[in-house]
C-alpha cells in the first residue's frame, strides 16, 4: 500500500525544478537585493590522495569508448584519460581490469529530501499547494539531508541531482542542484556554481489539485492563461527595477526603490535566463504551447520533464535546444501519460540536435538510472536505431550536466572538470552492473567492499536496519 | 488461402493467430520442470500443445520452424498482482475497477468479473514475454465523505495475456499492518479482531445473530468458507516481521494456505516462513524505509529468503497495470544481490503458477503441458535482451501493440524531420 502514497506524491507532486542560484554576476545587482547567492554553498570536497584507475573499459560521456584506458584524478579533478597514464608516487592505484569507469550519473529530476523516506505525513514537503503560483519557495528549504535515499542513489553511480518542488502547482518554486554527498546540512551538499531551476507545470496535476477545490485553473487553458499573467508581472518588475535603478543612477529625487517581491524574483531570473526553466509536461501539444508561450516572453525552456510525448516533437524540441527529460518505460498512470512508448529516449536523441536525458523522479529509479539507459538503449536499438553504450552514457551525465547548468564543472570526463567517476564491477548496461567505488570530487564516497553503521542518522540503532546478513 | 488471410490479417492487426504445428529448434530450453535446463533442444508445439521436448525432433510435415540458434526459452513470464484489464489509466473513475470501496467486508468482491481482456496493457506486456499475471483487488481507505474498503481486499484470479476471460483459478487478498490500519480502526491489531470475527461469521453462521453486528453477508460467508475449506490460497500483504509472526499464527490456528506479498523484513522471519512452507511474493526492488513497517526492506531479500529455503516469486510493489513489463528486471536486480539465477527465474515462473494453482498450464516447459512459452533474444533476466517470439497455450501472439504502433508512425516522422 506504500505504493499508494508514492502514486499519488508522483501523480499530484510531479515535478519541479530549483537549483541554487550561486550568482556572481553583476547583472543581478539590478535586482533589490540582487540574487547575491543567500543560504550558500558550504560544500568543500576533503583533500584525496590521487587516483589511478588502469586498464578499464572508459566510456568518457563525451561519445568515445576507451578499452583498457586509465583515468588519473588529481586534486579532486579529472587530470587525463588514456592508455598507460604514469601515476604520481603516492597514488591510490585502482585495477580496473574487467571494469568500466563512466562518469557520475546525474539525475535532473529527484524528490529526494523533499519527499524523503520514510513516507510519513510529516515528511510531506515537496509541494506547497496551497497557491497555483509559488515561485517564491526554494525546494531546497524542504531537504532533509537524512533521507535515506542519498545514500541508495550514491550506490547507484548517482553524483549530482536536482530536487525539485512538485507539480502540483502551475509554478512550484526553485529548485537546487546537489552534490551526493552526506552531510548533516542541506548547505554541505549544494553543488557550488549550479544555478537554480525554476519548476513549472503542464497538464492535469495544477488543473486537478485546484480544479477539485473550485479553485483557479480546473482547465489547461487555466493554465496557460496562469503563467501568461506571471510573466506579465514578471516583466513590469524587471521594468520598475530598471526605472528605479536608471532614476538612482541618475540622482534623482524621485527615485522610489522598488519592493521586494521573492515571487517575481525569481520569474524575472528565469525571463533573464538566470534560473533554468524545467515543465513538467507529458503531452506533445502542451510542449509546444509552452515553446511559443517562451517565445511570446523571452525566455529559453531548459528542459521538458516526463515529456512521454517528446518523440512525437522530437525535431521541434531539438531545434528549441530544449532537453527531454524521460522515463525508460512508464506510461498509463494517467491519462496525459498513455501514448508514453519506450522509444521515447531513443526518437528524441535521434533528432537533430535532440537532447535526451534519463531522469528517475523516483526514489528507485534513482538507483538504477544506468539499467534506465540500457533499456531505452535496447527499445531504440529495436527500432533500427544506431545506438552505442558510448553514446547512450550521454543521456545520464553529460546531456543532464547540460539541462541543469553545470556541464562546464562535470558530467563527462575531460580533464579539468571535477572528478565524479564510478568505477563498476563490468558493464553497466547489464541489470547485473553493480558499483564499486563512486567518487565526488575525487573522493571515494561510496566503496562496496566496506561495509559500515548506517550513513542516514534515521536508520542509526534501527534493530531491523537490514546492513548484517542474519 | 482465405483461412491462410485471415490468419495473416490477425496476426498483423494484434489478435492471436490460430494454433498452428510450430517446431522451435535448437534452443536453450530452460524447462523449470524436474529436467532442468536442455541445451541444443527442440520443442514440438501441436495442437496448443507441448507435444515433444529433445534433440533433433523429426519435423512433422506442417510444421512451422523456428531456430532459436541457441538462444533461451523460458515458460511465458508472470506479470505479479497486478491491476492489469482492472484499470485502463490511472486517476480516472471511469477506468478503474481494482477497489471496493462500499465500507464493509465483502470476501464475495470478485475482480474477475471486471477483467477486461482488450486492456492496451495486456498486449503492451504481451510482447514483452508476459503471459500470465494475477490481477487484484485492492482496498483503499475511506474518507469522512466517502467509505473506502476493509482488510479484505476481495478475490483476485490468474488471468492469461491472450484476450480471454480470466480463469477460474481464485485467491484471497488480505491488507495488513500500517498500510491498513486506516482499514481497521486505527490499530493493526483491530486486524486480527475483524478477521477472528469473520471466521467465526464463516464457520458458525449461527453463533452471531443480531444483523447489525455481523462483518459478512451470506455470501461473503459462503466464499471465506470456501477459501478456508482450501478453494484458493490466502495473500496476505505485510511488510514488518513482528507483523508477519502473527500473520504465520493465525494461519496456523486456523489451518489456512497462506502466500505473503509485500513481506519487506521477510528475510528476518525467513526460517519460520520456510518451516510453514509459506512463499513470499516479493518487490526484489525495495531497499528504502518506504513506510515505518519497512526498516528492514533490503534488496538481498530475495537472497536471504531463497537461502533459508522459502519460495520466493516477484510482483512488483505496486498494483498499477502499466509497468507489468518491468518485473524481469526486478528478477535481475535480485540476482545481482545474491539471488541464484535459477530460482529468480523460477520466481517469474514455476513459483507463482505454484502459489495460485495453475501449474499444470504455466510457469514450466513439460510434455503434455499447454505451450505457454517464449524465446528471447539473450538472457531474459537482462535489460538488453527482449522477447523474439511469445506462445500462449500455443498461438504464437502478434508482436504488435498499441505501442509499436505509435512508435512506427512517428519513426517515420522523426527520420523525415518532420516531428513537430
Not at chain 1, 529526494?112 to 503560483?133: F, I
Not at chain 1, 528605479?244 to 540622482?251: I, S, T, V
Amino acid at each position: 500500500m506504500r505504493w499508494l502514497s508514492a502514486l499519488l506524491a508522483g501523480a499530484v507532486v510531479g515535478c519541479a525544478a530549483q537549483p541554487a542560484t550561486q550568482d556572481t554576476s553583476s547583472k543581478a545587482a539590478a535586482l533589490p537585493v540582487a540574487l547575491a547567492a543567500p543560504y550558500p554553498s558550504t560544500y568543500k570536497p576533503q583533500p584525496s590522495a590521487p587516483t589511478l584507475i588502469r586498464g578499464a573499459t572508459v566510456l568518457t560521456g563525451t561519445g568515445q569508448r576507451l578499452d583498457d584506458a586509465d583515468v588519473l584524478i588529481a586534486e579532486g579533478r579529472i587530470r587525463s584519460v588514456g592508455r598507460n597514464l604514469e601515476a604520481p608516487a603516492d597514488a591510490r592505484i585502482v585495477e580496473g581490469k574487467g571494469r568500466w569507469v563512466t562518469p557520475g550519473l546525474i539525475d535532473v529530476h529527484s524528490h529526494l529530501g523533499v519527499y524523503p523516506s520514510p513516507q510519513v505525513r510529516a515528511h510531506s514537503d515537496g509541494n506547497e499547494a496551497t497557491d497555483p503560483v509559488t515561485a517564491n519557495v526554494w525546494a531546497e528549504h524542504s531537504v532533509w539531508p537524512q533521507d535515506p535515499g542519498f545514500t541508495t542513489a550514491r550506490m547507484g553511480g548517482i553524483t549530482s541531482m536536482q530536487i525539485l518542488p512538485g507539480s502540483a502547482n502551475l509554478i512550484g518554486g526553485r529548485s537546487v542542484v546537489l552534490k551526493n554527498v552526506h552531510a548533516t546540512t542541506y548547505q554541505g551538499m549544494k553543488f557550488p556554481g549550479a544555478p537554480q531551476g525554476l519548476k513549472m507545470a503542464c497538464g492535469e496535476n495544477p488543473k486537478r489539485v485546484y480544479g477539485s477545490k473550485e479553485k483557479f485553473p480546473s482547465t489547461r487553458m487555466g493554465n496557460v492563461a496562469g503563467y501568461r499573467a506571471q510573466w506579465v508581472e514578471a516583466q513590469e518588475y524587471m521594468r520598475d527595477l530598471a526605472e528605479y535603478q536608471r532614476k538612482a543612477d541618475a540622482g534623482e529625487k524621485d527615485a522610489k526603490p522598488v519592493k521586494r517581491d521573492l515571487r517575481l524574483d525569481t520569474l524575472a531570473g528565469a525571463l533573464k535566463g538566470e534560473i533554468l526553466v524545467h515543465q513538467h509536461c507529458y503531452r506533445a501539444d502542451e510542449m509546444a504551447i509552452v515553446l511559443d508561450m517562451a517565445d511570446e516572453f523571452g525566455y529559453h525552456v531548459s528542459a521538458f520533464h516526463h515529456a512521454t510525448e517528446a518523440y512525437k516533437i522530437a525535431n521541434l524540441l531539438a531545434e528549441h535546444k530544449t532537453c527531454g527529460a524521460m522515463w525508460a518505460d512508464w506510461w498509463g498512470f494517467k491519462m496525459e501519460s498513455y501514448d508514453g512508448i519506450q522509444e521515447n529516449i531513443a526518437l528524441v536523441d535521434a533528432a537533430p540536435g535532440g537532447c535526451a536525458i534519463v531522469h528517475s523522479d523516483s526514489e528507485e529509479g534513482i538507483q538504477r538510472l544506468n539499467q534506465e539507459a540500457a533499456k531505452a538503449m535496447t527499445s531504440g536499438r529495436r527500432a533500427g536505431l544506431d545506438i552505442a553504450p558510448e553514446h547512450a552514457i550521454a543521456w545520464v551525465t553529460a546531456n543532464a550536466a547540460r539541462a541543469l547548468g553545470i556541464l562546464e564543472q562535470t558530467g563527462t570526463l575531460e580533464p579539468g572538470k571535477m572528478a565524479d567517476v564510478v568505477v563498476w564491477n563490468h558493464d553497466p548496461f547489464s541489470v547485473y552492473a553493480l558499483t564499486d567505488l563512486v567518487f565526488v570530487d575525487g573522493v571515494v564516497q561510496y566503496d562496496r567492499s566496506k561495509r559500515g553503521s548506517p550513513e542516514s542518522d534515521f536508520l542509526l540503532g534501527q534493530p531491523a536496519a537490514p546492513g548484517v546478513t542474519p | 488461402m482465405i483461412r491462410l488471410l485471415t490468419a495473416l490479417a490477425a496476426f498483423l492487426l494484434g489478435g492471436p493467430t490460430l494454433a498452428e504445428t510450430v517446431l522451435i529448434r535448437n534452443a536453450t530450453v530452460h524447462t523449470m520442470a524436474d529436467t532442468g535446463t536442455l541445451e541444443g533442444a527442440d520443442i514440438l508445439v501441436r495442437d496448443g500443445t507441448i507435444e515433444a521436448i529433445g534433440r533433433a525432433l523429426a519435423a512433422p510435415a506442417q510444421a512451422r520452424i523456428i531456430d532459436a540458434q541457441e538462444r533461451p526459452v523460458t515458460p511465458g513470464f508472470f506479470g505479479g498482482l497486478t491491476h492489469l484489464g482492472l484499470e485502463e489509466i490511472g486517476l480516472e473513475p471511469t477506468a478503474e475497477d481494482a477497489a471496493l470501496k462500499l465500507g464493509t467486508m465483502r470476501p464475495e468482491f470478485d475482480v474477475a468479473l471486471a477483467f477486461n481482456p482488450d486492456s492496451v496493457a495486456i498486449g503492451v506486456s504481451r510482447v514483452e514475454g508476459v503471459t500470465f499475471a494475477v490481477i487484484v483487488p485492492t482496498a483503499e481507505a475511506g474518507s469522512s465523505k466517502a467509505p473506502g474498503g476493509t482488510i479484505i481486499a476481495g478475490q483476485g484470479s490468474v488471468v492469461a495475456l491472450n484476450g480471454g476471460a480470466a480463469t477460474d483459478s481464485r485467491a484471497l487478498f488480505l491488507d495488513f499492518g500500517a498500510d491498513a490500519n486506516e482499514l481497521s480502526g486505527g490499530s493493526r491489531a483491530a486486524q486480527y479482531m475483524l478477521l477472528k470475527q469473520a471466521f467465526l461469521e464463516a464457520r458458525t453462521p449461527k453463533a452471531v445473530l443480531p444483523d447489525d453486528q455481523r462483518l459478512l453477508t451470506p455470501a461473503g460467508r459462503q466464499t471465506l468458507l470456501d477459501f478456508i475449506g482450501g478453494a484458493g490460497p490466502f495473500v496476505f500483504d505485510v511488510d514488518r516481521a513482528a507483523d508477519i509472526r502473527q500473520v504465520l499464527a493465525f494461519a496456523r490456528r486456523e489451518k489456512l494456505r497462506i502466500a505473503l506479498s509485500g513481506g519487506a523484513e521477510a528475510w528476518r522471519v525467513a526460517s519460520e516462513l520456510a518451516a510453514a512452507r509459506v512463499p513470499v511474493i516479493l518487490d526484489g526492488l525495495e531497499d528504502l524505509p518506504l513506510g515505518l513497517d519497512s526498516i528492514g526492506a533490503t534488496l538481498e531479500n530475495a537472497a536471504r529468503l531463497e537461502r533459508a529455503g522459502v519460495d520466493v516469486a516477484f510482483t512488483m510493489d505496486s498494483p498499477e497495470p502499466h509497468n507489468v513489463r518491468k518485473l524481469r528486471q526486478t528478477a535481475g536486480v535480485a540476482v545481482a544481490h545474491g539471488l541464484p539465477w535459477d530460482a529468480a527465474l523460477a520466481g517469474l515462473t514455476r513459483v507463482p503458477a505454484e502459489i495460485f494453482g495453475v501449474a499444470d498450464r504455466f510457469g514450466t516447459i513439460e510434455r503434455g503441458h499447454r505451450a505457454n512459452l517464449v524465446v528471447w533474444s539473450g538472457d531474459p533476466l537482462e535489460v538488453t535482451s527482449f522477447a523474439t517470439h511469445v506462445f500462449v497455450d500455443g498461438v504464437q501472439q502478434a508482436d504488435r501493440s498499441r505501442q509499436t504502433e505509435l512508435r512506427d508512425r512517428y519513426l517515420e516522422r522523426v527520420r523525415a524531420g518532420t516531428a513537430r
